[in-house]
């Protein structure tokens, strides 16, 4: 078993539309960071969530941490092509950073 | 500019070939990585090293051996390659923090290994 869990797993939009991708886990952390990576290239970090409960926004993304540090939400509003890629949460166990199986957004024009 | 680099960005060879790719990063930081990332996109950390120094090595065939010249560089040496290695390899780098929060991992662009 994994120890982040991601859903869904593939996430087609109209341009427009909202989507909220999950990260769950049965563990407690720290910290909780999600990355996104566009085809051919490497992930790059958009945030890190480490406070129960907290609440970041980036433009049009809002990352949220569960209260018990054992989730994150990632919600796009008002979807644009831009935003297509791969979307995983990672967090650090036993000083390695682990990350869940992803989520593949596509937003379709 | 380009901060974690890697080459090459493919690589294409025949199954029992012996193969590198090569790492660098302008960041100064202490700390890099292998990860490996297979056709479903999961993306798991095969080595750490931390100032030339081996500090995580997960459950990797001891085929792949990763040589860290300095701080700056990391290379990874591929013998015997297998069917089973093609994905696509990235070397990233972190300065990690004095507490206990997740550092931030810079990725390169990927190396895309192809075994025929």
């Known amino acids: 078993t994994q120890l982040l869990e991601q859903s869904p797993q593939f996430l087609s939009i109209q341009e427009g539309e909202n989507l909220t991708v999950y990260c769950n886990s049965l563990?407690?952390?720290?910290?909780l960071q999600w990355y996104r990576q566009e085809p051919g290239e490497g992930p790059v970090l958009l945030v890190t969530v480490v406070t129960g409960g907290e609440v970041k926004k980036l433009k049009r993304l809002t990352f949220q941490f569960g209260d018990a540090r054992k989730d994150s939400s990632l919600h796009i509003t008002a979807a644009q092509p831009g935003d297509t890629g791969l979307y995983l949460c990672?967090?650090?166990?036993?000083?390695?950073?682990?990350f869940g199986a992803g989520t593949t957004v596509t937003v379709r024009a | 500019d380009t901060a974690v680099s890697q080459t090459p960005k493919y690589l294409v060879t025949q199954m029992g070939n012996d193969k590198s790719i090569k790492c660098e990063q302008n960041l100064g930081h202490d700390t890099m990585y292998w990860y490996k990332q297979d056709s479903k996109k999961f993306l798991k950390i095969m080595f750490s090293y931390n100032n030339k120094e081996l500090i995580i090595n997960e459950t990797v065939p001891n085929r792949f051996s990763p040589k860290s010249p300095d701080k700056a560089h990391l290379n990874l040496h591929i013998n015997s390659l297998e069917l089973g290695d093609s994905a696509v390899y990235f070397c990233a780098s972190s300065q990690p923090l004095a507490h206990l929060y997740t550092d931030t991992q810079y990725f390169g662009p990927g190396t895309r290994l192809t075994v025929l």
């Open positions: 990672a967090a650090t166990r036993d000083y390695k950073l682990s």
């Open positions: 563990s407690v952390f720290s910290s």
